[in-house]
């Protein structure tokens, strides 16, 4: 494995990470996400 393949198995994996939290955070009533601090197309 290449580091290119690497740093996008590591994205996959934080995008994926990410995903989950804010569904999480959805879930609970009365939460504002801050929606600036979310990684938004960075590729």
Do not use: C, Q
């Amino acid at each position: 494995m290449n580091i290119e393949n690497l740093k996008t198995k590591a994205e996959a994996d934080i995008s994926e990470y990410i995903t989950k939290k804010i569904i999480e955070l959805k879930k609970r009533p009365g939460k504002k996400l801050p929606v600036f601090s979310l990684p938004h197309g960075k590729k």
